[in-house]
């Protein structure tokens, strides 16, 4: 299931004109996961960038959702635009989540409390919670192996590659029944250690293969998310 990595790269060790940093060597792939989950959950802040590929004809999900995460092992919270497909219909709500309660705002200014879960969708702020939430995917990641060094924007980044068990899948994203595993890309900034980009790929659905793309950017930005009034 193994794929090339979405980042629209080319190899850096082939571009002439790219800087020395692109020939150094990479750190060993178990040292860069363990560096990046630390950066992340030490991160306090995060803005977050999902997308999916595809969502099967006549299925729920989140096709693509932006917005800024505080991460806490305690409280996780996010807050911004999710976009997706309900009962045929796509929509794109404003959600904000702290810990386990999430309020939806649809064509409205107010915010309405709503169970992600009714819909078939995961709660965003899971995926900031320090212990369990991304952080927790790159701990259970297997067979790491180095990639390439690829260039995203004006960022060189690593790629490393490897193995998540289905279950850390399906906790997180409520997807994935009857998968054994997934394959994953990492892309980590060499020189800070973070982590920045993420592909997943493997059955999030039984009936067809899709590739979910993450792209995190401004740790520790100051952000601020309460519980609507």
Known sequence: MRRRSFLTAVPLAVIGTVGCSAFEEATPPKEALATARKRFTSGKSVVFDLEQSAIPKGRNGVSAAQGSGIID?????????????????????????????????FFTKDYNPVDMADLGSPNPAEFFRAGSGVDQVLEKTTGAEEGERVRSGDTVLQEYTGTVPATEIQR???????????????????????LRTVEITGNFYEEKQTTFTLKISDYGKSVEIDRPT
């Open 73 to 105: 092992a305690k409280t996780p919270k996010f807050k911004g635009q999710v976009t997706g497909v309900i009962k045929g219909n796509s929509a794109g709500v404003k959600i904000i989540a702290i810990d386990k309660d999430t309020w939806m705002s």
């Open 172 to 194: 997180l994203f409520l997807l994935g029944k009857g998968a054994d595993d997934f394959d994953v890309t990492y892309g980590i900034e060499p020189d800070s250690g973070e």
